[in-house]
């Protein structure tokens, strides 16, 4: 089994819609969760990060958290063409060592 | 700040040939990770130091790579000798010291293409 494993992609939504990115973890010494971006030849950056269960938001991205299923997921509401990107989830241990997910491409269309 | 530092951008050279990609961290950071990065198997990590100590090179996929990190500004990710299959996009990513603000937030640098042919 993966460390990291996200919903296979791509994803395809329209403009405006809310697209959802899904990602579970094994190691349950997992204590914060990150998300980076993406973009095509580019370096990942990071957009959001969780460390507690429940709903985080910030802007247009809600990142939720559940611990107990090992689950951690990423709401894009009102999707933008600049969202289209691969979208990595990256769960931290407490010894600060940082894996990464395969990811998943989103595009948004017009 | 410059950001994470990475030579070369592009590297490109024949197979058995010894390959050496730098990377020079963001001051005060004490974190620094090696990724490689492809379409069959995504980002992964290599190794990482934590105070110029390696912490974990599990990922490291064979005895032909190794990494160094001979003080706290600059590391090195050497292949010798090189074959095709280790063509990727190789990242150097740095952490901020615990407590201090983003202190786990990676910072990445802008990769090296290497093409092995």
């Known amino acids: 089994q993966k460390e990291v494993e996200q919903n296979s992609g791509p994803l395809s939504v329209p403009e405006g819609a809310i697209a959802s990115l899904n990602c579970t973890y094994s190691?349950?010494?997992?204590?914060?969760f990150f998300w980076y971006r993406q973009y095509s030849g580019k370096s990942p950056e990071l957009i959001m990060f969780?460390?507690?269960?429940g709903d985080k938001e910030d802007g247009r991205f809600t990142a939720q958290l559940n611990k107990a299923s090992q689950y951690v997921s990423l709401l894009i509401r009102d999707s933008q063409p600049s969202d289209s990107a691969t979208y990595l989830c990256?769960?931290?241990?407490?010894?600060?060592?940082?894996?990464f997910g395969d990811g998943t491409t989103l595009t948004v269309k017009p | 700040d410059a950001g994470v530092i990475q030579s070369p951008r592009h590297e490109v050279t024949e197979m058995g040939q010894e390959v050496t990609l730098r990377c020079k961290p963001i001051s005060g950071h004490n974190s620094l990770f090696w990724y490689r990065q492809t379409m069959m198997r995504g980002l992964e990590l290599l190794i990482y130091?934590?105070?110029?100590?390696?912490?974990?090179d599990s990922g490291m996929p064979e005895d032909r790579f190794s990494a160094k990190m001979p003080n706290a500004s600059f590391s090195t990710l050497k292949i010798q000798p090189s074959e095709p299959r280790d063509s990727a996009v190789y990242f150097c990513?740095?952490?901020?010291?615990?407590?201090?603000?983003?202190?786990?937030?990676?910072?990445f640098g802008s990769g090296t293409q290497l093409s092995v042919l």
């Open positions: 190691d349950r010494g997992s204590q914060s």
């Open positions: 130091f934590n105070n110029n100590v390696p912490i974990d």
């Open positions: 990513a740095s952490k901020p010291i615990p407590g201090s603000p983003n202190y786990e937030k990676l910072f």
């Open positions: 990256a769960p931290n241990t407490n010894a600060g060592k940082s894996t």
């Open positions: 969780i460390y507690s269960n």
